[in-house]
């Protein structure tokens, strides 16, 4: 007979063990004669077993091996136990078969359990209780055994295992105090595995200790002495609603590394056990010899054969792509195959390994540095040793991208280490040494085209694709280095490049604001360009070096970044293959978290030594000399002669570091606008050779934005591509709601950034957006007279989602205006107010107050029209204006904040302020959304169906994934709901024509008299129902005696006809639930309200009838639209019913898609006179597969 070890009473508490093997047996604790099971699905039948008869207790579940509990609140706790023991035991390496005997010896002891313990005791006729424990005889003596209950087992545990039948304890103040004298009996619920802490588990730094260790001494003739610290008994004597139950503990292999990693002292060891624990993380992945093979191969290789396939096949394998790797199947479809470089791999590997030579910068450095020391909290956060906390974060941050050689993605490491303790364990041991193993030293590099023509190298950016651990690494300690170099102020206040800022909308801004001075104050402004050559990949490692001691860093850090950059190699991927590796002796890697933060305090050298000259442009009583974006650098200077010396300093500066400008990618504009040419042709040089001088048309496109004199910032040629990138997509095989998602996902936003930061103007938006417009009503299949809201719409309300650029262009700029008036930076902040409070002065023509200024913004103003020049706060107001016909939105100025707030919508949420910001186009966007949403619903007939079908997203679950859904419910569901299908009372445009039903001739044929009324139709509309009915009924847990279709037992008189679709009769608790299916038409909520009140009022004599019976009953209505519309009252429905929330998700899609399936089928042979299904096959048919 086996033991009953897994099930354990706790209180009020049933707690079953896990896992169970197949051969064990479960043993109800609470009567041990009938609760017995065997079996596949013992854990089910005991749980309805305790449900039944133990309804007073709760079932919980537990990990035998470290106790550890779902958290509370979760859904499914068997579940994610069950996930939890699938780590913790198996990697034990236990085998159930062949150590069960041991498993279960060690339980026994861990539980208090004796050999001698009688099952009688646990009998329903002998409640449990506390037993009395007594002695034990170890066979050791003379030695004293002290410490609280879990310690004193925790003892025996490491001991030769006794035989146990008492156990003789005692509860000390400290390790020298008597147990003779202290006694105490411990019930089963005092000692479980939740509080049995591991001997062998080692806290992690910083972290709350789990277990302490305890000594092993030698056995004699004596009893052993073990000194057990306090600190365990208020970890044991916690409440139980205050200890940690979710917490994750190593498994043992995870400690093995833990261990070795923890216990190296140099950096040769190191490498070895650095060597075996990556083998350990990569276990789930390809090695690093299989990715590099596989990425070898190339796709256009002639030698492999050519597979023929038909259009049907190709469609259906790209359509499982997009499912699979949305972004990598519309680069397909907009650009072909990947496109490798095709300059020749020698040329290539030559031009690289030029570029990671090694160099130097010069030796004398101007002196820029004349900073305060680091702060020591700066300092402290900056050299602390890893969490597992931080580590933990950081990866569940990170989404799988392109593996390096070692073929190892984020998700890999989260499965191959969960809770990130050999990571912690390897990132602290880098720290402590201060030396990166050589595993993570290799990388590889992908070329994309940034533009130019394609056989220049220098057209190609280098992408660094290093491995997973590496880059989790450097992205920990380049947030480190961020925030310390922040808090110091080590960057300067001009560069914004990956820092805290809306860099390139604020510098654009700046730069904007300092031409439109210069020409309408009549002065002098010369803007120079500067662009470095390769700087990313050309900067000296010594440079980086020497510029972090410069600034301060601590030499830990300064050690760890020199050993992450030394004897690194890459291999470059070409169109015949990667190169040799080549070692990187300069440079940063792109796409190394670390390397902008490291790039920009080294590039501090040049922006400093700029500043140092005290030449700039004087805006606004503020002095503006560079604007940085990384290595995107622009010069003002208010004379030709002030812009030389910024150059020569800039030229000192970038050679001391050891980079160089490219003349080539350099321009200057002069503007002098006392002249009679406003723009001057003066001729700059950048380290001897000249910069191209702009005229007064020509144009530098600064971070995205097209910037000069008099330049239309329209991307004419974006939306150029735009169009016929959207055209590529139409022409594809991609299916039509494919077509919606990449169109809204990867085309429309690109114009995003250039909308917010850019004057663009609104015609060209909206002929992109008839055009895009007629493109989503063709993949909608919906005629031309349909109502263009559907496809404004996003798809959780029913619609396209593609929402007009022309309404996103107003929302844009009203929310770059506050962004700028808001902004962290007191420069950009201040220009912004006072470029405000001059435009509000010329058309109020007074100093206007800071209520004047909201009140213009919002449009309040009733100002005559004005001839004078716009600006970006007059399009900013007439932006507000536009949109107040459709949004409610107005700004506000709060005296007490000195600030500018914007109330957007009604009421305190939606008061948007400076710390909000971030939040101000959301919620603008979600207003503009209401706003199609109502316009739809109002009309007469295309809105009915929507008013339903747009309160919930299960109604248009298949609008994103296309998800049980075929292809011709497709085209049938969108002009059914907005009621354009071709019927005869459909077709107003023509008079002359029958407009009654052309199978039953006797009522208008429209769209609810097809699917809900023609006598014709009659069977399959019965179909429908008896299909969502019969989902229902497989779905229901309620107890008791569930039937269908029947009259319902003890009725008499007009009751005793009815027969309720659903009825479940429990006699023990004396209730009844009685529920009917309904399939209305969608014709406003008003006919879903109707459908739910006529099958109450049609069962409720049946139910006084019951009740009188002495019978708790309750009659509700199930209801789905014969359009797939989802009653939101359903889910009372399932609450009652006991229909488990995971599986109710799954059905309320299986039955909408059904559902309109049927519809699809009733209107297809409606219109065709030819059957759609036959009765035999599809009785109970439900949409798995997509056809």
């Known amino acids: 007979m086996g033991e009953n070890l ?105 539980l208090g359990v004796t050999n001698n313990s009688p099952r009688q005791s646990l009998s329903p006729s002998q409640p449990l209780s506390h037993p009395q424990v007594g002695s034990v005889d170890l066979g050791i003596t003379n030695q004293r055994i002290t410490g609280t209950p879990v310690q004193i087992v925790m003892q025996t545990e490491t001991t030769t295992a006794p035989r146990l039948t008492d156990i003789d304890y005692a509860i000390s103040g400290g390790p020298n105090q008597n147990t003779s004298s202290h006694r105490h009996a411990v019930s089963r619920s005092d000692v479980t595995p939740e509080r049995i802490p591991r001997v062998s588990e080692q806290p992690l730094a910083s972290e709350e200790p789990v277990a302490d260790g305890v000594n092993r001494e030698s056995f004699g003739n004596s009893r052993v002495q073990r000194n057990i610290e306090p600190l365990n008994d208020s970890l044991v004597n916690m409440d139980s609603s205050r200890r940690p139950q979710n917490r994750r503990y190593p498994t043992a292999e995870q400690r093995r590394y833990m261990e ?150 984020y998700g890999d490491l989260r499965k191959a280490d969960p809770g990130a303790f050999v990571l912690t364990a390897l990132f602290n041991a880098v720290w402590r040494l201060e030396v990166v193993p050589g595993c993570w030293k290799d990388s590889n590099t992908i070329l994309l085209h940034k533009k130019g023509p394609e056989n220049d190298i220098s057209n190609w950016r280098p992408i660094s694709m290093g491995d997973t651990c590496p880059k989790l690494f450097a992205a920990i300690v380049a947030d480190r280095v961020k925030t310390w170099a922040v808090a110091n102020r080590r960057y300067s206040t001009s560069q914004k490049g990956f820092l805290p800022y809306e860099g390139c909308y604020e510098h654009n801004f700046v730069l904007q604001e300092t031409i439109q001075q210069a020409r309408r104050d009549k002065g002098e402004v010369v803007v120079a360009w500067l662009d470095l050559a390769s700087a990313f990949n050309s900067v ?121 400008f490219n003349p080539a990618k350099c321009a200057t504009l002069h503007i002098k606008s006392d002249c009679e040419s406003a723009v001057q042709d003066t001729i700059l ?204 939105i107005r700004w506000i100025w709060h005296r007490g904040e000195e600030e500018f707030h914007i109330q957007c919508g009604n009421g ?32 007469k007939d295309q809105g009915k169906v929507f008013e339903v079908t747009c309160r919930t997203g299960f109604s248009n679950h298949f609008l994103r994934s296309g998800r049980n859904t075929r292809f011709c419910d497709w085209r049938f569901v969108h002009r059914a709901r907005l009621g354009v299908l071709p019927l005869n009372a459909i077709k107003r445009w023509q008079t002359d024509i029958d407009k009654r039903c052309r199978r039953c001739g006797r009522e208008q044929e429209t769209i609810p008299h097809v699917l809900n009324h023609c006598g014709l139709h009659s069977a399959a509309r019965q179909l429908r129902h008896n299909n969502i009915q019969s989902r229902l009924v497989k779905a229901l847990r309620y107890p008791g005696l569930v039937t269908t279709n029947q009259t319902v037992e003890g009725t008499h008189g007009a009751a005793a006809l009815l027969r309720p679709d659903i009825v479940v009769r429990d006699e023990v608790s004396k209730e009844i639930k009685i529920v009917d299916v309904t399939v209305p038409f969608e014709n406003r909520l008003s006919a879903f309200r109707a459908a739910r009140m006529e099958k109450i009022t049609k069962y409720g004599c049946l139910a006084e009838q019951l009740r009188a019976r002495g019978y708790r009953v309750s009659v509700n209505a199930f209801i789905v639209g014969s ?41 297809v042979e409606h219109v065709s006179g030819i059957r759609q299904y036959t009765v035999e096959h599809d009785l109970d048919r439900s949409v798995n597969v997509v056809t």
């Open 540 to 660: 000296p490692h010594s440079s980086i070096h020497r510029a972090l001691e410069q600034h301060g860093m601590p030499a830990k850090v300064r050690n760890v970044i020199d050993s992450l950059y030394k004897d690194t190699r890459t291999k470059v991927r070409t169109s015949e293959g990667f190169t040799d590796p080549i070692r990187l002796q300069s440079g940063v890697k792109q796409g190394c978290p670390l390397s902008p933060h490291i790039f920009n305090l080294t590039l501090e050298v040049v922006i400093r030594a700029m500043e140092l000259t005290g030449e700039g442009f004087k805006i606004r009583n503020r002095r503006i000399t560079t604007l940085a974006y990384a290595d995107d650098i622009v010069v003002l200077a208010d004379t030709p002669e002030g812009m030389r010396r910024l150059l020569n300093a800039a030229e000192e500066g970038a050679r001391s570091v050891g980079l160089v």
């Open 260 to 409: 070795e990693i923890d216990s190296v002292s140099n950096s040769e060891e190191f490498e070895e056990v650095a060597r075996r624990a990556m083998s350990f993380l990569c276990r789930f992945t390809h090695t690093g010899h299989d990715n590099e093979r596989r990425l070898q191969r190339h796709r256009s290789d002639s030698r492999r054969p050519v597979r023929v396939v038909d259009r049907m096949s190709e469609a259906a394998l790209i359509q499982g792509k997009y499912r699979k790797n949305r972004k990598k199947t519309v680069q397909q479809v907009l650009n072909g195959p990947a496109r490798y470089c095709k300059i020749s791999k020698s040329a290539i590997e030559q031009y690289f390994t030029e570029m990671a030579a090694p160099r130097n910068g010069d030796q004398l450095w101007p002196d820029v540095f004349n900073h305060d020391d680091p702060t020591s909290l700066s300092e402290l956060q900056l050299l602390k040793v890893f969490e597992r906390k931080e580590v933990m974060r950081k990866l569940k941050s990170k989404s799988n991208t392109s593996p390096g050689p070692d073929g190892l993605t």
């Open 685 to 888: 040089n950048i380290q001897g050779e000249p910069m191209k001088s702009l005229g007064p048309n020509d144009y530098y496109e600064h971070l995205g934005i097209p910037t000069g004199y008099d330049v239309g910032q329209t991307p004419r040629s974006a939306l150029k591509k735009l169009l016929a990138d959207v055209k590529k997509i139409d022409e594809s095989l991609l299916a039509p709601w494919q077509k919606l998602d990449a169109v809204g996902t990867f085309v429309l936003p690109r114009l995003y950034f250039i909308m917010q930061g850019a004057d663009v103007e609104k015609e060209y938006l909206r002929e992109v957006d008839r055009i895009v417009k007629n493109f989503a009503k063709r993949w909608l299949n919906l005629p031309h007279r349909a109502s263009s809201e559907l496809v404004f719409l996003p798809p959780s309300m029913g619609g396209g989602g593609l929402m007009p650029l022309s309404d996103l262009l107003d929302l844009y700029t009203v929310t770059h205006a506050f962004k700028m008036l808001c902004a962290t930076d007191d420069l950009v902040c201040e220009l912004a107010r006072e470029g405000l409070k001059e435009t509000v002065s010329e058309r109020l023509r007074k100093v206007p107050s800071n209520i004047d200024m909201a009140r213009y913004l919002s449009g309040d103003l009733d100002l005559p029209r004005s001839t004078s020049r716009s600006s970006f706060w007059t399009k900013a107001r007439s932006a507000a204006r536009r949109m107040q016909s459709k949004i409610t």
């Open 1123 to 1163: 359009l797939g519309g989802w009653d939101d009252n359903n889910q009372r429905v399932l609450d009652f019913l006991k229909v488990g929330r995971f599986y109710a998700r799954m059905m309320r899609r299986f039955m909408i898609s059904d559902t309109i399936r049927w519809s699809r089928d009733i209107y």
């Open 6 to 110: 897994k099930v354990v009473v706790e209180g009020q508490k049933v707690v079953i063990l896990l896992p169970i093997d197949a051969h064990e047996e479960l043993l109800c604790p609470l009567c041990t004669r009938r609760g017995r099971y065997v079996g596949v699905r013992k854990i089910e039948n005991l749980y309805r077993h305790c449900k039944e008869h133990h309804a007073e207790k709760e079932i919980h579940y537990r990990c035998w091996r470290c106790g550890y509990m779902a958290p509370e609140g979760k859904r499914y706790p068997r579940k994610i136990v069950s996930q939890h023991c699938s780590e913790c035991v198996t990697d034990h390496g236990v085998n159930p078969r062949t150590t069960e005997r041991e498993r279960r010896n060690g339980i026994r002891r861990d």
């Open 908 to 939: 305190a949420a939606g008061l948007i302020t400076p710390s909000s910001r971030q939040s101000l186009f959301k919620k603008m966007r979600l207003q503009l959304v209401q706003y199609y949403a109502r316009g739809l619903q109002a009309k």
